[in-house]
């Protein structure tokens, strides 16, 4: 079976930021534009800070809404859901719960790592990444490339 075309992938490159420690999310944003897209890979590279210690944490949000609407700061969190279990004569109870994702260094080198890919669904036309550094020392290096692409 011969895999679906894939359109002309777009790099959006969001420089190397430094963290903001201890503090609470959004933190620092990256965000894209992702109108007519697919789909979006996230290149990940951070440098831990120089004490040995370091991690972040980041969120995923999307918008329904362009800049350009009036309500065009309303995000929405990635989210988790569980099934609950299926019993004959009784409801059931599903959990949703908001998502974060926690990374934390193997090394003092420089680390690269890759999430996704993430399918956009539907209309959405924006996406914000938001991190902080989570490690409680001295804040690390971040930086995001964003891989946006259409299969099909």
């Keep these: 079976m011969p895999l679906p075309p894939v359109s002309p992938s ?58 350009d609407q009036t309500v065009y700061e309303d995000w929405y969190q990635s989210a988790l859901y569980e099934a609950g279990n299926l019993a004959p004569g009784s409801d059931v109870n599903s959990n949703i719960q908001r998502e974060e994702f926690n990374y934390s260094s193997t090394s003092a080198a420089d680390e690269g790592f890759i999430y996704g890919p993430i399918a956009i669904q539907g209309n959405i036309e924006r996406m914000r990444i938001s991190a902080v550094e989570n490690s409680g020392g001295a804040n690390g290096a971040l930086s995001l490339v964003a891989m946006l692409y259409s299969l099909g």
């Design 10 to 67: 777009y790099p959006l490159t969001e420089n190397p930021v430094l963290l903001i420690g201890g503090g609470n999310l959004p933190g620092v944003s990256a965000e894209f534009s992702v109108a007519g897209f697919t789909h979006i890979l996230l290149f990940f590279r951070y440098t831990r800070n120089a004490i040995g210690i370091g991690g972040f944490t980041f969120i995923i949000e999307t918008s329904p809404f362009a800049i």
